[in-house]
């Protein structure tokens, strides 16, 4: 596997199935990586498995903002009243002043909240969080990845650039795997059934 700057490889490896990896899983969690590691697809996964589980994405709280400096917003504007036990609609200052329709809604009594994102287990928040999941992912397939989105319209060139410029060395100087108690593979080479199994190290973390 061809990781990222300062990255370690995270195995061994060892599948197991997704109920079994879900039933680990506390109230509020966070799921970290870099991007197109492979985090949407599996938080998706989880949710789909626990009837009522909310995803926040930190992309929503960053919108028209910063690539990374929305930490106060997320902790004031979700992680509390979360913890709180209070519903969540929250609206970023950046929706307000562009627009954009609807809110960040987390109901109160949700059984399972997911905030899912490039930073959203760093250093100054990963305390709020009962557990954090990390995605490791091949460099190669990522920067793959990042190209279809680009072909498809998601993002273009430029924006890329850009966001890689400012992913790289925060991830680097991060380093969320280390806060990690859960962590996958989001480019596995070990064959699974991806609909009903997931890869995650074996090193006793």
């Known amino acids: 596997m061809m990781l990222g700057t300062g990255e370690p490889d995270l195995g061994p490896w060892t599948v197991v199935g997704l109920d079994e990896f879900v039933a680990r899983l506390p109230f509020l969690v ?26 926040v994405h930190t992309d929503d709280i960053a919108w028209h903002h910063a690539a990374f ?9 979700v992680l509390e009243p979360v913890r709180r036990g209070e519903p969540v609609s929250f609206r970023p200052p950046q929706w307000e002043a562009r ?31 009962d557990e954090i999941v990390y995605v490791q992912s091949d460099v190669r397939e990522t920067d793959r990845r990042n190209q279809v989105k680009c072909d498809a319209g998601e993002t273009n060139p430029a924006d890329l650039r ?27 080479d070990l064959p699974h059934d991806p609909q009903r199994q997931v890869v995650i190290s074996s090193a006793g973390r």
């Open 30 to 55: 966070a799921l970290d990586g870099r991007g197109s590691s492979g985090k949407s697809a599996l938080t998706s996964r989880i949710a789909a498995r626990v009837p009522g589980a909310v995803v």
């Open 69 to 77: 400096d929305w930490a106060d917003m997320l902790v004031t504007g």
């Open 99 to 129: 627009g954009r329709a609807g809110a960040i809604e987390v109901p109160a009594g949700a059984p399972l909240v997911l905030v899912e994102g490039v930073g959203s287990a760093r250093r100054e928040l990963a305390g709020r969080y």
């Open 162 to 188: 850009s966001w890689m410029a400012e992913e790289i060395p925060f991830v680097a100087a991060d380093r969320p795997w280390e806060r990690a108690g859960l962590i996958v593979t989001g480019t596995p």
